[in-house]
């Protein structure tokens, strides 16, 4: 599998769960990816990297959607369409997918594995672009399009970051 990988493990009730992350520039076949996310052979979340600002987002979206998980709430069939879902200041899947799935325009995707790294596997054989660390995400997001996504105001980013912003957003939908 080529690297980088970002490992992170995150505390769901009493187990520690472990989130793997990739992000990949210069894709060319998001398109024929999709059917193997339909069915199962890749299991992961692959996400457009425009609106993702840093793997922090990711994982704060992961987080919700893996407490969701365990609480029964899940909105969406699996835990990969959840994370997507989780992305998202709305409460609309299907406008959730539009925004923050993979599409076929995409040059730039991450993708987002739970429990088990060889998940990736599948993905990286089919995927044809370069693996470039996940810290690159800022480089790869269209900062408009995310400030426009969140609602983020010209105020919010004079006192703080646009990550923060955005986490904020997420986590606060989360809450209601």
Same mark, same amino acid.
């Given at each position: 599998m080529?690297?980088?990988?970002e490992?992170?493990?995150?505390r769901v009730?009493?187990?520690?769960?472990?989130?793997?992350?990739m992000?990949?520039?210069d894709?060319?076949?998001v398109?024929e990816?999709?059917?193997?996310?339909?069915d199962?052979?890749?299991n992961?979340?692959?996400?457009?990297a425009?609106?993702?600002v840093?793997?922090?987002?990711?994982l704060?979206?992961t987080n919700?959607?893996l407490h969701?998980?365990l609480?029964?709430?899940?909105?969406?069939?699996n835990?990969?369409?959840?994370?997507?879902?989780?992305l998202?200041?709305?409460?609309?899947?299907?406008?959730?997918?539009?925004?923050?799935?993979?599409?076929?325009g995409?040059t730039?995707?991450?993708?987002?594995?739970v429990?088990d790294?060889?998940r990736?596997e599948?993905l990286c054989q089919?995927?044809?672009?370069? !693996? &470039?660390p996940p810290?690159? %995400?800022?480089?790869?997001?269209?900062e *408009? =399009?995310?400030?426009?996504q969140? !609602? &983020?105001?010209e105020?919010? %980013?004079i006192?703080?970051?646009?990550e *923060? =912003?955005v986490v904020?957003?997420? !986590?606060s939908?989360?809450?209601t």
């Amino acid at each position: 599998m080529p690297e980088p990988v970002e490992t992170t493990e995150l505390r769901v009730g009493e187990e520690d769960i472990p989130v793997y992350i990739m992000t990949f520039k210069d894709v060319k076949n998001v398109k024929e990816l999709k059917p193997m996310l339909m069915d199962g052979r890749i299991n992961a979340a692959l996400v457009s990297a425009k609106k993702i600002v840093s793997p922090f987002q990711l994982l704060v979206a992961t987080n919700i959607a893996l407490h969701n998980q365990l609480d029964g709430t899940m909105k969406t069939k699996n835990i990969n369409s959840e994370i997507i879902f989780s992305l998202s200041p709305g409460k609309q899947i299907s406008e959730a997918f539009r925004s923050f799935g993979a599409g076929p325009g995409d040059t730039a995707v991450a993708a987002v594995a739970v429990s088990d790294r060889s998940r990736l596997e599948p993905l990286c054989q089919a995927l044809q672009g370069t !693996a &470039v660390p996940p810290e690159q %995400l800022a480089q790869l997001a269209d900062e *408009q =399009a995310v400030i426009k996504q969140y !609602a &983020v105001t010209e105020q919010e %980013l004079i006192v703080g970051t646009l990550e *923060q =912003a955005v986490v904020s957003r997420i !986590a606060s939908r989360c809450a209601t």
